[in-house]
C-alpha cells in the first residue's frame, strides 16, 4: 500500500492492489462501467476524461483518502453519463413517449373495463346521443363495447319502433322484473325522462322530450299516461310547432284510447274518444294545417255522424294532397251513408282506376264491414262497393258472396243489379280461366 507522499501513478483498476480493496458498488461502481462501456461511437473527449478521473479516485482511495476518492468517481460518474447521452440523443426523448403510451394506454384499457362491467342500456344510450351520428371511434370509447353496425339517422317512428320491440319484450316479464326488484318499464321510462330530460350531458334541445314519452306511452297502451304527459307539454311550451306537434300527439292518443280491435278484425269507437281526438286535430291545424290532419280529421267526423264536416275536411285533405286515396275512400263512404250512391259509387272507382296500395284497399274493405255490422240492412248498396274492392284486391270469395248479396236486395234499381251481375260473370270467367 502507498503511503502519503508515494508518487501517485496512472494505473487502471486492474493493474493494481487497490482495486481489490475498493468498494462493488456506488459511485466506484457507476464510474468503472466506463472503461467496460465505452464504444468509439461516443463522444470519446468525455470517456477519456471520465476515465483519468477514475483512475485518479483508485489512487486517492488506495492511499487513504476516501473523501478525494469518492469526488473524483462522482466526478468520472458525472463525465460518463453526458458523454453516453451525447452516444444516445434519443434515448430520453424516447422514454418519455413510451411513459405517455404507456398512461395512455392504461386509461383506455380502464375506460372499456368500466363501461364493459357497468354497461349503459341501448335506450339511455340512444338518448344520450341525441340520434346524431357519431364516428366508430367515438362510439366505441363511449359506450365500452364494438359495435359493428353503422349508427344511421333514425326519424322518430323508427326510434320509436325499435324502443318499443325492447320493451314489448321486457314487459312480458313484468312479474318477475318487480320479484326480483327490476323497474318496470313505466319506472325505466320515467327514470330516462328524468336523467335525460333535465340534466342529461348531451341533452338535445331540438328533442321534445315530452312529446317522444307521450308517443312512446300511448305506443305501449298507456293511453292515459300518455294524456297526461301531451298535457303537461302544451302546459309548459309557447312555441307553436312543439304545441303542433304535441296537439297531434294528444289526438292520436284519444282516437287509439277509444278503438277497439275486435276478434274479427274490426273496431269498435269510443266515441267520447273520437271527440276528444277531433278537438286536439283542430287545435293542431290552426297552427299547422297538413293534409293528413284534414284527412284524419275527415274520418273522426264521419264517426261522430257529422258528415257535412267530414266532407268537408276530407276535400280539403284532397286538396292539399291528391294522393291520399284513403281519404277518397272516406268521402265515397259518406256519402253511401247519406244515400248519394251515384257520388258514392263515383269515388269508389277513382280509387280502383288508381291501383293503390293493398293497405288501401284493406282499410275500405274494413270500413264497409263495420258499417254493415253497426247498420243490418239499412245499407244495401255497401255490398256493391265492398264487392267491387274486394274482386280488385283478389278477394273473390269475399266480392262473389257481397255481390250476391246486392244483386238479391229489394229495392237498389236495375241498373245497379245488371252492373253486380256483369262483374259477377267476369269475375267467374277470370276464375275459369285461372
Known amino acids: 500500500m502507498h503511503n502519503d507522499h508515494t508518487p501517485l501513478e496512472d ?154 320491440r325492447s320493451w314489448k319484450e321486457d314487459s312480458s316479464h313484468h312479474a318477475g322484473r318487480r320479484e326480483m326488484g327490476l323497474p318496470t318499464v313505466e319506472k325505466r321510462w320515467e327514470d330516462l325522462l328524468r336523467r335525460y330530460g333535465n340534466w342529461g350531458p348531451q341533452f338535445n334541445y331540438s328533442m321534445d322530450y315530452n312529446l317522444v314519452s307521450g308517443y312512446g306511452l300511448s305506443r305501449m297502451g298507456e293511453y292515459q299516461r300518455s294524456v297526461a304527459i301531451f298535457e303537461k307539454g302544451l302546459l309548459s311550451t309557447d312555441k307553436p310547432e312543439k304545441r303542433a306537434d304535441l296537439f297531434q300527439g294528444l289526438a292520436n292518443t284519444h282516437y287509439y284510447f277509444g278503438y277497439n280491435l275486435q276478434e274479427d278484425g274490426l273496431a ?78 263515383r269515388y269508389y272507382s277513382a280509387v280502383i282506376s288508381r291501383n293503390p296500395p293493398q293497405e288501401v284497399y284493406l282499410g275500405g274493405i274494413t270500413d264497409l264491414r263495420e258499417l254493415i255490422r253497426d247498420n243490418p240492412g239499412r245499407h244495401p248498396f255497401s255490398y256493391l262497393m265492398l264487392g267491387l274492392l274486394a274482386a280488385k284486391d283478389g278477394q273473390y270469395d269475399l266480392a262473389e258472396d257481397s255481390l250476391t248479396r246486392f244483386v238479391t236486395s229489394p229495392n237498389i234499381g236495375q241498373r245497379w243489379r245488371v252492373m253486380a251481375m256483369r262483374i259477377l260473370d267476369q269475375m267467374t270467367t277470370t276464375e275459369l280461366e285461372r
Open 11 to 164: 494505473k487502471s483498476p486492474e493493474e493494481g492492489d487497490s482495486s481489490s480493496e475498493a468498494p462493488s458498488s456506488g459511485p466506484r461502481e457507476a464510474a468503472r462501467k466506463v472503461s467496460q462501456e465505452s464504444s468509439p461511437e461516443g463522444s470519446q473527449e468525455g470517456i477519456l476524461r471520465a476515465s483519468r478521473h477514475y483512475r485518479r479516485g483508485n489512487r486517492f482511495f488506495a492511499s487513504g483518502m476516501g473523501d478525494k476518492a469518492l469526488h473524483e468517481w462522482k466526478h468520472a460518474a458525472s463525465i460518463w453519463r453526458s458523454a453516453e447521452a451525447a452516444k444516445h440523443p434519443l434515448r430520453k426523448g424516447m422514454g418519455n413517449l413510451m411513459a405517455v403510451l404507456g398512461l395512455l394506454i392504461t386509461v383506455v384499457v380502464f375506460y372499456n373495463l368500466l363501461f364493459t362491467m357497468f354497461p349503459r342500456q341501448d335506450d339511455d344510450q340512444m338518448l344520450l346521443m341525441g340520434g346524431e351520428s357519431r364516428s366508430w371511434w367515438e362510439r366505441f370509447l363511449d359506450t365500452g363495447r364494438d359495435q359493428q353496425e353503422n349508427w344511421q339517422r333514425l326519424g322518430i317512428r323508427e326510434w320509436w319502433d325499435q324502443l318499443r
Open 268 to 345: 269498435k269507437y269510443d266515441l267520447e274518444m273520437v271527440r276528444k281526438a277531433s278537438q286536439a286535430y283542430e287545435e293542431s291545424i290552426k297552427i299547422r294545417p297538413v293534409p293528413l290532419s284534414f284527412g284524419n280529421l275527415g274520418w273522426m267526423h264521419y264517426l261522430l255522424g257529422n258528415y257535412e264536416q267530414a266532407i268537408d275536411y276530407s276535400l280539403k285533405a284532397l286538396r292539399m294532397n291528391d294522393r291520399l286515396d284513403y281519404v277518397r275512400l272516406n268521402i265515397g263512404l259518406v256519402h253511401l251513408v247519406q244515400n248519394n250512391i251515384t257520388e258514392s259509387f
